[in-house]
């Protein structure tokens, strides 16, 4: 058969069980507000949690800074592409963080990938969530390392794990904030379970990074976790920084072992200095607005209120991912599409991002949006289930 009649086949098959995705094209800036094909519409599927992508504190780090280092990095970090902007933006990620040192990344998905292959592999054991992010799953799997899945937030699965694995160096992986639920991840019970069976803990605080802890500093603070309790804390700077790229920050050891062996790390060109430049500039709002993490709360708050009221079937969630759980992928889509017509766009999240049965709205929030939107939100969602 040729390419194209053989992938056509698996093209249909997704399209009938409503599992097909497709792009639409932002004609704006990110903000609460967004316009698609001539449409503005109320903006409820970012992870623009703060509402800084669009910051002119941001975009103007960015131009002065393109002003002076050009746009391309021009090689990877090691060769010639690590910059002062990238050297002082690390530092300033290991003190937000409370870590001797960070490093970067140029995106999420590399640093999970490069940190987990450089930390285990033939021999060894990686541990889990089942809810883990793809990034995370695909670096364990990768790993050739005994990648072991346990159930959701359940530490008793984890510990009977632990407890039979006999491999040397045992790897402990959690999203801190689970991407698609909302939820947090039990990270000081984890901390106190890996010190005694010997193992090491990763948390992804893709979601918690900027928008939990004093001064947004994560979800590690937010517990108040040392580096010695989460020794492998990975964030990324796409979402509540509303910049790119990403990070790890642990010890000065961790750090020079993941420059040395990280082959995402290590074969990949640096991100622009004027990103990082934006980033540093994201950090300095991130930590002065405390403003920007009240007014979310109350938000997430005002939603759940209004949506349990309704009747919806809310997640045990109070950060800014407010998934609203419907089963089957066709009501999730038939869903987001009726709320597109009333000017509000949420992402209908289908399997494989969830397991089969659970395909949900994800509605996310963000400090730039207002009551008023939140309400009107709510009005569609009646309306909509009222149908
Ligand atoms: C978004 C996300 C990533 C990937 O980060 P990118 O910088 O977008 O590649 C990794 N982990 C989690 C939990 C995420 O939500």
Redesign the pocket.
Known sequence: MSLDDELSGALDARRQQHLYRQRRNVESAQGAEVVVAGQRLVNFCS?DYLGLANHPHLVEALQSCASHYGVGSGASHLVCGHSREHQQLEQELAAATGRERALLFS??????LGTINALVGKGDAVFEDKL??A??LDGGLLSGARFQRFRHNDLADLEGKLARSEARRKLVVV?A???MDGDLAPLPQLASLCQRYNAWLMA?D??GFGCLGAGGAGTAVHYGLSQQQLPIL?G????AVGS???FVAGSEVLIETLIQQARPYIYTTAMPAAVAAATRASLRLIAAEEWRRQHLHSLVQRFRQGATALGLQLMDSETAIQPVLLGSAESALQLASALQEQGFWVAAIRPPTVPPGTSRLRITFSAAHSQEQVDALLQALQRTLAL
Request: net charge negative.
């Open positions: 992870n995106t999420g998905y590399m640093a999970n883990n992010h990034s995370l999203d904030v689970f991407s992804d893709a979601h990975m990324t700077l796409g979402k790119f790229g990403a």
